[in-house]
């Protein structure tokens, strides 16, 4: 694919120049997080048998994967429409195909990077290892792959910062946070359990989750078959709107 | 000699506006062409759609038989486009921006014809340095530079030196010029005439998204404009009535007279002297583009 491989390229080095705001800071919030909830509930909660800590760690190594691979490639794309600097990608012969893969793939290793640096910080206070690392992998990559592709559409759509922040505000972060992140499904009243199926995140994070501990709210291969069709199909919308330029190509 | 850019019925609307209205023509390989007219005539949005940017409503534009559209990948890699407005990305170097667009192009390895590019645009002491940090005029040379990393055979500036300094217009002209001897084909818009006088061996005209003139510069500046003769005569002395007729006016105490053809000097200075009529000083103005600019809009 012409330009793919350069393309990708710069798009990872564009957030490693900015390493202390793309990766230090939201591995700091997860940190955060993580002091001030284990703090306050360790000692008297536990999910599906583990430590309140070691239950909510790989919810927000997850909450983070999903949030920097949307912030990713959402803000790539705004700042190099809002500066015009996009006009150097519309020029040059990058198919849409090549233009998808560089964006969605970069904002995976961008998530993937910051949830490396979340449980390599957090591992002094709640240590723990995944019981299967390839579930683990697997849900990580498609959840970052969805939300690098709604980073897109968000990068595309947004004329402005404001509304690109408005995308983030009501719709990625309440969506991450109301996953399940912080607490089982199991908690809350039947009614919420019911609309917390609705929420692809949710998947995400309990199939994230299953490949620590072994135990999950909804079976992982289940899980895994829906994270894959929403990855099919954001893939497919975002394709869609790049081959027609959407908001790219008068 | 073969087409470079073959533009056929081009029309895009912009909501109620037309933005171009049927334009059609031929630019042959190896040309230095310009494109003019006043701000909202068309030139950017004809660019544009040339370039894969915008895409027209009707018609078709190939770049060397391909075309902009259907084959876009072949056509964009045959193309060179340097911007108008002045955009930079702030996260790299100069090189890193050169070397990221040629690899957009497929292109590696292409540091030797980088650093050959920065050397003519006077840009080799800036190359590590990042873009935040240019001057107007050193980003502007950054834009010319990467729309050249790939040798595009067509090249295309829009407005290249708006609000660049003459040093740089000197060099970018100078490399241009080189550029189109070794057969690269150059369309260029700008706001000054001189420029597309002294550079372009034809011209497009476009008014309100219609191309009014498509000619040689030689041409329309003999159908538009043509030789002006500007004579001193003593104070007192009045021109025989046939001469008086024909002057344009008395300019800065020069009695001027627009010439359609150049001999015409001679017949003028004849009568002159029939009638006893010194001449303390003369002046011949060759065509001036920007009258021949102003008539042809008038049109």
């Not at chain 2, 040798?151 to 490399?175: C, H, S, Y």
């Amino acid at each position: 694919m012409s330009g793919f491989s350069t393309l990708f390229k710069k798009e990872l080095l564009r957030f490693w120049r900015v390493v202390f705001q793309t990766v230090a800071a939201p591995v700091l919030t997860a940190l955060l997080y993580l002091l001030i909830f284990a703090q306050v509930l360790d000692e008297h909660v536990s999910v599906h048998g583990v430590r309140y800590a070691a239950f909510l760690l790989p919810g927000l190594v997850m909450m983070q994967i999903l949030q920097n691979a949307f912030a990713n490639s959402s803000s790539s794309l705004i700042q190099s429409r809002v500066t015009g600097s996009i006009v150097f990608l519309l020029l040059p012969p990058i198919s849409y195909g090549a233009f998808w893969s560089a964006f969605v793939l970069a904002a995976v290793v961008r998530g993937l990077v910051v949830g490396v640096g979340v449980l390599a910080v957090t591992l002094w206070f709640a240590p723990i290892w995944p019981a299967a690392p390839g579930w683990a992998l697997a849900f990580a990559v498609f959840g970052g792959a969805v939300l690098g592709n709604l980073g897109v559409i968000a990068g595309m759509w947004a004329e402005k910062f404001d509304q690109l922040a408005a995308f983030q505000n009501f719709l990625i972060m309440p969506l991450t946070m109301l996953s399940g992140v912080f607490y089982s499904i199991h908690a809350l009243p039947p009614f919420w359990q019911a609309v917390s199926h609705y929420n692809p995140v949710f998947y995400m994070i309990d199939g994230f989750r299953y490949g620590f501990f072994g135990v999950s709210d909804v079976a992982p291969e289940r899980a895994l078959l829906i994270v894959i069709a929403c990855f099919v199909a954001t893939a497919a919308l975002t394709l869609g709107l790049l081959r027609r330029g959407w908001k790219l190509r008068t | 000699m073969s087409v470079a850019v073959s533009i056929s019925g081009v029309v895009k609307r912009f909501g109620a506006l037309m933005a171009l209205d049927h334009v059609s023509m031929d630019i042959e390989e190896g040309e230095f062409f310009g494109l003019l007219g006043p701000n909202g005539a068309g030139k950017t949005t004809l660019i544009s759609c040339l370039a894969g940017l915008s895409r027209a409503d009707l018609g078709s534009i190939r770049v060397l038989g391909y075309d902009v559209q259907s084959q876009y990948r072949e056509a964009r890699r045959r193309l060179g486009v340097v911007p108008q407005e002045l955009v930079f990305d702030p996260f790299f170097s100069v090189r890193e921006c050169l070397r990221f667009q040629s690899g957009y192009y497929g292109i590696r390895d292409n540091d030797a014809w980088i650093d050959e590019i920065l050397a003519n645009l006077d840009l080799t002491a800036k190359a590590e340095t990042n873009m935040r940090r240019l001057s107007g005029g050193m980003k502007r040379r950054v834009l010319v530079a990467q729309a050249l990393v790939h040798k595009p055979p067509v090249i295309v500036l829009d407005e290249p030196t708006a609000g660049v300094d003459v040093e740089l217009r000197q060099n970018l002209w100078q490399f241009m010029r080189r550029l189109n001897r070794e057969g690269h084909t150059i369309i260029l818009t700008t706001h000054y005439l001189e420029e597309a006088e002294s550079l372009c061996g034809r011209l497009a005209l476009l008014k309100d998204g219609k191309v009014i003139a498509l000619e040689s510069t030689a041409s329309l500046l003999t159908r538009f404009s043509g030789h002006t003769l500007a004579l001193r005569i003593p104070d007192g002395a009045a021109l025989p009535a046939d001469l008086a007729a024909l002057s344009s006016g008395v300019k800065e105490g020069f009695q001027t007279f627009a010439l359609t053809e150049f001999a015409a000097v001679e017949g003028i200075l004849a009568r002159l002297r029939e009638h006893g009529i010194r001449i303390d000083d003369m002046r011949v103005s060759p065509p001036d583009l920007e009258e021949a600019f102003v008539k042809a809009l008038r049109q």
